[in-house]
């Protein structure tokens, strides 16, 4: 159980493309999710945090109009980088919390994003 | 959140037990230690977590100190497949709580 998964799992885009990035959560609601960054040989770093069906809470110094995120139901959140650019290539990692139980968050495998 | 504080890497043989220490000295009362780790470029994988108590489920073992300020992530018998970077995080249970990664401990299970 607590399976998530992100789609797509390596993505390559040109410089000023969108790339939206799913993130499910397979057998269980996830009330909250949470979206990571992580650069080569850095530890993962918090973008923003979702719950389902309100605005999502970035952290400080991740723009909001660049990194979209939709939380439309409770097994499923979307990362948009709008005009993306070589700089934001990254490992992103989505994050799902159970709507009950413990409240553990369980993770996706990630997507490389390579901006050419 | 509490901040932690691990060592930077850690070598073990493999088939032998690995003990990976973490200090949480400004753990407060309503907050648990979570333990994950990333195997090379994939996404973090939990292990266990614990508030007071001792835990064991089927991957590892986890030991608190009674003043709660420390705890040791014990893996039984080490495998080369538990190389990875091990995370101690701790977090409240809040809704709004949230895991905040450092840096971690580079485990290296060698042959």
């Known amino acids: 159980g607590a399976v998530v998964s992100q789609h797509p799992s390596w993505v390559i885009c040109k410089s000023g493309t969108s790339v939206k990035i799913e993130c499910r959560s397979l057998?269980?609601?996830?009330?909250?999710m949470f979206w990571y960054r992580q650069f080569p040989k850095q530890s993962l770093m918090l973008m923003a945090t979702s719950n389902e069906g309100s605005k999502a809470t970035y952290e400080q110094g991740v723009e909001k109009d660049k990194f979209l995120i939709n939380h439309a139901s409770l097994t499923l959140s979307t990362l948009t980088v709008t005009s993306a650019h070589p700089e934001d290539s990254s490992f992103y990692i989505c994050?799902?919390?159970?709507?009950?139980?413990?409240?553990?968050?369980?993770f996706g495998p990630g997507t490389r994003l390579t901006v050419l | 959140d509490a901040k932690t504080t691990q060592p930077t890497s850690m070598d073990c043989a493999e088939g032998r037990a690995a003990n990976l220490p973490c200090n949480h000295s400004t753990i407060s009362g309503n907050e648990y230690v979570y333990w994950y780790r990333q195997i090379h470029s994939q996404g973090p994988q939990y292990i266990i977590h614990?508030?007071?108590n001792n835990e064991t489920n089927e991957m590892a073992s986890l030991i608190i100190t009674e003043d709660r300020k420390s705890s040791t992530l014990i893996l039984p018998h080490a495998t080369l497949r538990d190389t990875a970077v091990y995370y101690c995080i701790v977090r409240g249970e809040t809704s709004g709580s949230r895991l905040t990664f450092g840096e971690g401990t580079q485990l290296t299970v060698n042959p």
């Open positions: 057998d269980f609601q996830a009330t909250t």
């Open positions: 994050s799902a919390r159970a709507a009950s139980g413990s409240g553990t968050q369980y």
């Open positions: 614990g508030l007071k």
